[in-house]
């Protein structure tokens, strides 16, 4: 399984990004997909997760309202829209695919529930 995310930058705060991880190796639409941060010198930390359909996603605290996640089955693809962005969202985004096929619930929002990770795109908010 390759995930491959892209659309990472520099914006100003206030401003919007949309990163942007497509997969191959696996069917894609079986399996939940997660995106985590981890800012330099903090630990990886969950940001949000779209369930297998698409049809729950799910959000920390820090970024509910102002983030949203979605995927495209057909493009075996997973977006990470992100608006009113502040200099604390500064990290390097992850996304990663869950390991358990058509979880049902709760929501896969640790690292160990998720098997195969991306490269990793910096997202940089300067204030």
């Known amino acids: 399984v390759q995930l491959q995310a892209s659309g990472g930058g520099l914006v100003q705060a206030g401003g919007s990004l949309r990163l942007s991880c497509a997969a191959s190796?696996?069917?894609?639409?079986?399996?939940?997909m997660g995106w985590f941060r981890q800012a330099p010198g903090k630990e990886r930390e969950f940001v949000a997760a779209?369930?297998?359909?698409?049809?729950?996603?799910y959000y920390a605290d820090s970024v509910k309202g102002r983030f949203t996640a979605s995927r495209d089955n057909a493009k075996n693809t997973v977006y990470l829209q992100m608006n009113s962005l502040k200099p604390e969202d500064t990290a390097v985004y992850y996304c990663?695919?869950?390991?358990?096929?058509?979880?049902?619930?709760?929501?896969?929002?640790?690292?160990?529930?998720?098997?195969?990770w991306g490269q990793g795109t910096q997202v940089t908010v300067s204030s």
């Open positions: 190796g696996r069917t894609f639409s079986r399996y939940g």
């Open positions: 990663a695919a869950d390991r358990v096929e058509r979880r049902v619930t709760p929501a896969a929002t640790r690292i160990y529930e998720y098997d195969y």
């Open positions: 779209v369930n297998w359909s698409g049809g729950l996603q």
